[in-house]
């Protein structure tokens, strides 16, 4: 069952990578997490009097949800618009996709949590097989500094992280709508607090910029409740390689509904390398 959930989480976490690809034709992305991630709080807000229970409320676990959603997505937001604009989208992609691998890194330390080699290895598989789906020729052409790798490996880093906290939290109580509402409610603060601060020249918002990032939030939130669900069920070993797939299902989707992307050779080896260490990961437990 937590299986089938963290790949629902992908799906879903792939499919807003595309409507949020949308939105930025029209505005920027700091201005778009802005409209996104309060849209989720507000629907959690409304779901609260039906689905929320507060028996076996915990302090420490709604502190650590607060934490959590401080850092994902409100701060990894913020770190990836930085990276995108210094490295562009594919550098970034590429590199953040190592995020699996400091789940588990987190997980052993934080938690005390036996990873697996099979979890490992296919950890391993994910991240090489989203650097292909990511890879670009163009982009070695990019100039930077090894220290602008600093921002997608920090946003890497932090997404890790996080998924460590959640299911830390989640031990102490496993409420994965608790920690959707506190999270987002914290993120949400986060966003729109960094948004007025930063008051730069943006492209005007339109309503159908919001309305692509309204279903982003909607995705995205989804996404995010459906991995603390798997985390309640299933150690972070076995989540963290899944969920970090979602972006094979952008990839697809991509290339069925933007004219601009097209399937290459590395896309889909890429592609295969994924599926095939997300089928090993499952068939090995």
Same mark, same amino acid.
């Given at each position: ?15 807003? &990578? ?37 028996? #076996? ?6 502190? &650590? ?16 618009? %930085? ?9 970034? #992609? ?17 938690? #005390? ?35 602008? &790798? ?8 932090? %997404? ?11 031990? &102490? ?88 992307? %097209?399937? %290459? ?21």
């Amino acid at each position: 069952m937590a299986i089938a959930i963290a790949l629902a989480a992908s799906l879903c976490f792939g499919i807003a &990578l595309v409507t949020a690809r949308v939105g930025l034709r029209a505005l920027d992305a700091r201005s778009g997490a802005a409209i996104s991630i309060p849209t989720a709080t507000v629907l959690f807000a409304v779901a609260a009097p039906l689905a929320l229970d507060v028996s #076996g409320f915990s302090v420490p676990a709604a502190l &650590l949800f607060a934490l959590v959603g401080f850092i994902y997505p409100a701060v990894v937001t913020l770190v990836t618009f %930085r990276s995108n604009e210094l490295l562009g989208p594919t550098v970034t #992609g590429a590199v953040s996709g190592t995020a699996p691998l400091f789940a588990l890194l987190a997980a052993a330390a934080l938690l #005390g949590e036996r990873v697996p080699p099979q979890a490992t290895l296919a950890a391993l598989g994910v991240v090489i097989g989203i650097a292909l789906l990511s890879w670009q020729p163009a982009a070695l052409e990019r100039r930077f500094g090894a220290w602008t &790798l600093a921002w997608p490996l920090a946003g890497a880093l932090l %997404r890790g992280l996080a998924q460590a906290l959640a299911k830390a939290a989640l031990v &102490l109580w496993p409420n994965p709508f608790a920690a959707s509402l506190i999270g987002y409610t914290v993120s949400s603060a986060a966003v729109i607090g960094a948004d007025r601060l930063a008051g730069a020249a943006r492209r005007t918002l339109t309503r159908r910029s919001a309305a692509w990032f309204a279903l982003t939030g909607v995705l995205n939130g989804g996404a995010v409740l459906l991995m603390y669900i798997a985390l309640t069920l299933a150690p972070v070993s076995i989540v963290a390689p899944i969920v970090a797939a979602y972006p094979l299902v952008t990839a697809a989707l991509s290339a069925l509904v933007l004219p601009e992307e %097209r399937m %290459r050779a590395t896309t889909l080896a890429g592609a295969a390398i994924t599926v095939a260490a997300i089928a090993w990961l499952v068939a090995s437990r």
